[in-house]
């Protein structure tokens, strides 16, 4: 049982134009949210946080927006860069377990 | 500061042969987590330890998978009797506290023949 879903697998985007990567989570006791990227033969790594009594962070190119009533949270990158161009996954936990779940990931190509 | 390390970074076990994956956290982090990557899929929760202590293990198959974080050293992910389903890669995190963000390896990419 999927509980953190990103729907799409893969995105290009033109360098310089805007990135948003999607993800939608199904359980409502989730309340902390990650975006990791990776890059292949490597291990994932830390973007973005955002806990659930806010609906926006912002960390330079990198803002993550979410939205509690439709269980939806995005990444935005802008302006996209080739070297953004990785997997992005998301992560979800709830303050009541021990681990993160995490989405299948979205694969970004950023266009020279 | 070095990251979390793993190693080997790539291990080739034949079928019914053990394997033995090693993650030394980040200073200071007393939590661990271990992680699944089969092909095309995300990554899947197998077990969380805190020193000493196995905190949740309930994304570990019930058989032939075992994890330990001792006193001292790194934690190890045994998998016993080792079959095809079990390649992919093996990703180990850590935090300093629970549900912080967490600092992954770079993986053990397990094959086995």
């Known amino acids: 049982d999927q509980q953190v879903k990103q729907n799409s697998p893969s995105l290009s985007v033109q360098e310089g134009r805007i990135s948003i990567l999607n993800c939608d989570y199904t359980?409502?006791?989730?309340?902390?949210f990650l975006w990791y990227k990776k890059y292949p033969a490597e291990g994932p790594t830390f973007l973005i946080s955002i806990s659930s009594i806010k609906d926006k962070n912002e960390d330079g190119r990198f803002t993550v927006f979410l939205n509690k009533s439709a269980k939806h949270l995005s990444l935005h990158i802008v302006p996209s860069q080739p070297g953004d161009s990785a997997v992005y996954f998301c992560a979800a936990s709830a303050n009541t377990g021990n681990q993160f779940y995490f989405g299948t990931g979205t694969s970004l190509t950023v266009i020279p | 500061n070095a990251g979390v390390m793993q190693n080997p970074r790539h291990l080739v076990r034949r079928r019914g042969q053990e394997a033995r994956l090693r993650c030394s956290p980040m200073?200071?982090?007393?939590?661990v987590y271990w992680y699944r990557q089969l092909p095309e899929e995300g990554l899947k929760f197998m077990v969380y330890?805190?020193?000493?202590?196995?905190?949740?293990e309930s994304g570990m198959p019930k058989e032939r998978f075992s994890a330990e974080f001792p006193k001292e050293g790194p934690s190890i992910l045994r998998i016993q009797q080792v079959v095809r389903g079990d390649s992919a890669a093996y990703f180990c995190?850590?935090?300093?506290?629970?549900?912080?963000?967490?600092?992954f390896g770079p993986g053990t990419r397990l094959t086995v023949l």
């Open positions: 200073k200071g982090h007393s939590h």
């Open positions: 359980n409502s006791m989730f309340d902390y």
């Open positions: 995190a850590s935090s300093p506290h629970k549900r912080a963000e967490q600092f």
């Open positions: 330890l805190q020193k000493e202590n196995i905190i949740d």
